[in-house]
C-alpha cells in the first residue's frame, strides 16, 4: 500500500499538532511555512515583538495528550505556570485593592504558557519522527484541489532578508503534489482563500471597534537578590476599565506579558497627545504605575509596540471533497477574551483524527456498495471523515466565537459588579 503524502501549511500551533498526529499515522508529512524556523532567534514572531504568553486549557492539553507522543504532555505542562483564578485590580475611596475570584470551585484551573515555547516544543518532537519534512521560508501562492496539486514561492531565508534587492536572490516557484492537504495558516489563510474557488464556503469576518497593544512588567529583586513576581504569579490579572481594559500574565522568567485592549479612537486620542497616556493609565489603572511599570517605560512601550486589530471568522464548510481541510485561526480565527483561540485550533486536530480514524476502520460508513479494502486511506473515504468533521465541528466552533466575543463584556466590566456576581451565582446553583 503506498504511503500518504500530507502537506500542512502553516507550522504556528495548530500546523505542528497535526504533523504530529498525521506522522502517527504513519503519512508522509511535509510542512511549508511562510517564515523561518521559530527556533532561529532571527525568525520574528508573527505580529508580536516578542512571544506572548496565552492561556492554556483542558481543551487543548488533552489535544495534545491525544497525540500519544511519549513525554510531550509533561514537558509541555513542566512550562506552565498554574493560574487558579482572576485577580481584579481597582480603587475604591481612594485605597487600591485587588480582589481574587477563583475559576473553579473544585479548584480547577487554566495555565499560562509561552506560545513560542509551546510551538517550540512541538517543532522538536516533529524534527525526531523520519517521515516528517519541514520547508521554512515557503509561501502557498496557488492550489488546485481537484489535481491535489499546490504552488510555493520560495522566500529568502530571514539572514538573507537584510540584503538589498539587488543582490537578493530571486523567489522562486515550486510545484508540490499531495494526497491530503491541512491549512493551519492563520486568520489570513492562503488556503481558505483558494478552498473558496473550490467549495461553496460561506464567510463571514468581522473586525471588532478594539485594537490590542503589548506591555511588560518586568520582574523585582526578592531579598536573596533573585527576580521575582511583582504580584501574584497563580492569577490572571485583570484592570477592568468599563469600555477598555489592561490585563497581565505569568511568564516563568518572572515577568508578566501584559496587553491592553482599547477602542480605535481611545488609541487614536492618546497616540495625537503623548502626554495624556500616564494619567489615563494612572486614572484606570490603579497600581501599574509606578508599582509595576514605570511611566517611562509605558510611554515607551505605548509608542513602540504595535497596535493592533482584531479579527473574528467563521466559515463552513471547512474542507472540499478528500483533498483539503482548514483548522485553527484558518477556519475560526476569535477576539482572545475566551483564552480560546489556540485551544480550539488543537482540539480541531483531535476532533479531525477522531474523523479520519473512524472511517479508516469503520466500513459501516461507507455508503457505496462497491466497499472494498482496497479504497482504505483513499480519498472516498477521507472525504467522508471530512465532511462528518465539518458537520460536526462547525456549531462548535462557531458558539466559540460567540462566546468570545460575549466575554469581552464580562472581563472588562462586569468582572466589577458585585450584582452580577450574585446573579451568576445564583444561576450556577
Ligand atoms: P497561527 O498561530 O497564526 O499560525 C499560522 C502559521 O501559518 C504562521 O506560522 C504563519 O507564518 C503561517 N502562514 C501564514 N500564511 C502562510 C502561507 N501562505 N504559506 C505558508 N505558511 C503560512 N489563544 C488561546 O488559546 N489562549 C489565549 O490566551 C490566547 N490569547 C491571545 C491573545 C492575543 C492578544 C491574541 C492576538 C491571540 C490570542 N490567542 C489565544 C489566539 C491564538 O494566538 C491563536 O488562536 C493561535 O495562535 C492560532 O494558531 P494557528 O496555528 O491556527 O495560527
Known sequence: MTKQ?????????????????????????EIYELRGDLRDASTVPLNFTKSINLALSERGINSMRNAQV?????????????MHGRMIHGQKNGQIFEESQAYDIHGRYI?????????????????????????FNHKLVGADFNKNLAWFERKPSSS??????????????????????????????????????FARVDYQQEYIDTLWCEFTISPKKNQNGDDDFKISPNHLHIWPGGDFMFIAIPSL?????????????????????????????????????????????????????????????????????GSVVILGDAAHAMVPFYGQGMNAGLEDVRVLYDHIDKYKSDNTYHPHDTFHPKYKNSAEHRALALSSYTQMRHPDAHAINDLALKNYQEMRSDVRSPIYRVRKFVEER
Open 253 to 321: 522568567d518572572k515577568s508578566f506579558t501584559c496587553t491592553l485592549f482599547l477602542p480605535e479612537a481611545t488609541f487614536k486620542s492618546l497616540e495625537s497627545s503623548p502626554p495624556t497616556t500616564i494619567p489615563f493609565f494612572k486614572q484606570n489603572f490603579p497600581g501599574v504605575i509606578p508599582n509595576l511599570i514605570s511611566e517611562e517605560d509605558i510611554q515607551k512601550q505605548f509608542t513602540t509596540n504595535p497596535h493592533l486589530p482584531l479579527i473574528s471568522i467563521k466559515c463552513k464548510p471547512y474542507h472540499y471533497e
Open 5 to 29: 503524502k500530507t502537506v500542512i501549511i502553516g507550522a504556528g500551533p495548530v500546523g505542528s499538532l497535526a504533523a504530529l498526529y498525521a506522522a502517527q499515522r504513519g503519512d508522509d508529512v
Open 160 to 197: 538573507q532578508s537584510d540584503t538589498p534587492a539587488s543582490t537578493k536572490q530571486p523567489t522562486k516557484e515550486t510545484e508540490v503534489s499531495f494526497d491530503f492537504m491541512i491549512g493551519a495558516d492563520g486568520a489570513h489563510s492562503a488556503v481558505r482563500y483558494h478552498l473558496m474557488k
Open 111 to 135: 495555565r499560562a504558557v509561552d506560545r513560542a515555547g509551546l510551538n517550540k516544543r512541538l517543532l522538536d518532537e516533529l524534527d525526531n519522527m523520519p517521515n516528517v519534512k519541514f520547508f
Open 70 to 82: 511519549p513525554g510531550l504532555i509533561e514537558a509541555v505542562l513542566s512550562d506552565t505556570i498554574p
